[in-house]
């Protein structure tokens, strides 16, 4: 009997050694997607928000009346599409990650897997740095609305 139980122990715990992996890695897996499509949907939403803060800028510009305002909103326009070029890109480069990062051939590598999902770290992190700037240009652009003159040489931080 106790041969009998030692068996069933041993190969109920090598089918755990063999599905706890596969499952694990599963969940690794549907937690990365879950992050993949947040922050496609972030980048979607940024894109967003520096299209109609670009919008507003071009308006603004229009209806300025003197002409150090109306440079200020042409900087803050010119700089706002930049940004929405560098959301495109990251959105771009994001998609390229995810794609290797299904590619299970590749993942089977641990250290490619390991930098590969560094690099998706570092692209949340920077995605975070530029909802920052975007706050801090929405701030700047509210300043301006206001008729606070942005001063050269001083940082509105």
Request: proline share 1%; aromatic share 4%; charged share 20%.
């Amino acid at each position: 009997m106790k041969i009998l139980l030692k068996v069933f122990y041993g190969i109920f715990v090598g089918a755990l050694l063999i599905v706890n992996p596969i499952f694990a890695q599963q969940q690794s897996q549907r937690m990365m997607n879950k992050q993949m499509q947040k922050m496609s949907q972030d980048m979607t939403k940024m894109t967003e928000r520096i299209t109609m803060m670009n919008q507003q800028m071009a308006k603004m510009m229009q209806q300025a009346k003197n002409e150090q305002t109306r440079n200020q909103y042409q900087m803050m326009n010119s700089m706002g599409e930049q940004m929405g070029f560098m959301v495109r890109n990251m959105e771009n480069a994001a998609e390229h990650c995810n794609q290797m990062l299904q590619d299970k051939q590749m993942m089977q590598n641990r250290e490619m897997k390991r930098d590969m999902e560094q690099v998706w770290q570092n692209l949340n992190t920077m995605m975070g740095q530029l909802n920052e700037t975007v706050e801090k240009m929405e701030g700047i652009t509210k300043s301006i609305n206001k008729g606070q003159p942005m001063q050269q040489g001083k940082n509105n931080n």
